[in-house]
């Protein structure tokens, strides 16, 4: 079972940053894809940035392009988010995910049976 627990969450200024970490139970070396979604109330949780572990390959949703920054440290079981630029529709609660089977493309959803808590991201203007 992977567990997924995220941190760096808080309320910054527009234009400001944060970094979310997520750390994994299991090395994430097991697991085929990770991935950052995010969920605002009453909407859709959506994605933000997804990373191929072995190929370290990243994705981003264009609304978060040349913004935001995925890595992984698979010595640490640990992927992080660099957000830069934040703009107050990035306010969200920030989720990370882990797929362990390969196929699909990353913004699916669906494909995703690990998650972790939520951290929460706010963005003033």
């Known amino acids: 079972q992977v567990q997924l627990m995220e941190s760096g969450g808080g309320s910054v200024q527009a234009g400001g940053s944060l970094m979310l970490s997520c750390v994994s139970s299991?090395?994430?070396?097991?697991?085929?894809?990770m991935a950052w979604f995010r969920q605002t109330q009453g909407q859709e949780r959506e994605a933000v940035a997804g990373?191929?572990?072995?190929?370290?390959?990243?994705f981003y949703d264009d609304s978060v392009k040349g913004r935001f920054t995925l890595s992984q440290d698979t010595a640490k079981n640990t992927m992080t988010l660099q957000m830069n630029s934040l703009k107050p529709e990035d306010t969200a609660m920030y989720y990370c995910?882990?797929?362990?089977?390969?196929?699909?493309?990353?913004?699916?959803?669906?494909?995703?049976?690990?998650w972790g808590q939520g951290t929460q991201v706010t963005v003033s203007s």
């Open positions: 995910a882990a797929d362990t089977l390969a196929g699909g493309e990353w913004y699916e959803i669906g494909r995703y049976y690990h």
């Open positions: 299991v090395r994430t070396r097991d697991i085929y894809r």
């Open positions: 990373i191929h572990v072995r190929s370290a390959t990243t």
